[in-house]
Nanobody
Framework: VQLQASGGGVVQAGGSLRLSCAAS????????MCWYRQAPGKQRYLVAL???????YYADSVKGRFTISTDNAKNTVYLQMNMLKPEDTAVYYC?????????WGQGTQVTVSS
């Protein structure tokens, strides 16, 4: 399985970005998909989760600002990020919950300038 995250970039504080994660096969349709992030010098942690029944979970740090969604026809999971803050700067990855180590891709870099 390949999980390819994209959509990162450099944005000013208060701006928005939409990340995409395309998967092969029907991984997204039948699994709980997550977005994780890892800032320099810090551990990677889960920021958003969508269950196969579309229930969602968000870390407190992003609640009310980020929205996770899926498009099963495109085998893609999205992360809409609004009201971005400098502390959101990190490499963002998608994976399952719990994550499968061999499925970590390169991630996509998000940099928020103040």
């Amino acid at each position: 399985v390949q999980l390819q995250a994209s959509g990162g970039g450099v944005v000013q504080a208060g701006g928005s970005l939409r990340l995409s994660c395309a998967a092969s096969g029907t991984v997204i349709r039948f699994n709980n998909m997550c977005w994780y992030r890892q800032a320099p010098g810090k551990q990677r942690y889960l920021v958003a989760l969508i269950f196969s029944g579309n229930t969602t979970y968000y870390a407190d740090s992003v609640k009310g600002r980020f929205t996770i969604s899926t498009d099963n026809a495109k085998n893609t999971v999205y992360l809409q990020m609004n009201m971005l803050k400098p502390e959101d700067t990190a490499v963002y990855y998608c994976n399952l919950n719990p994550p499968i180590s061999s499925w970590w891709g390169q991630g996509t870099q998000v940099t928020v300038s103040s």
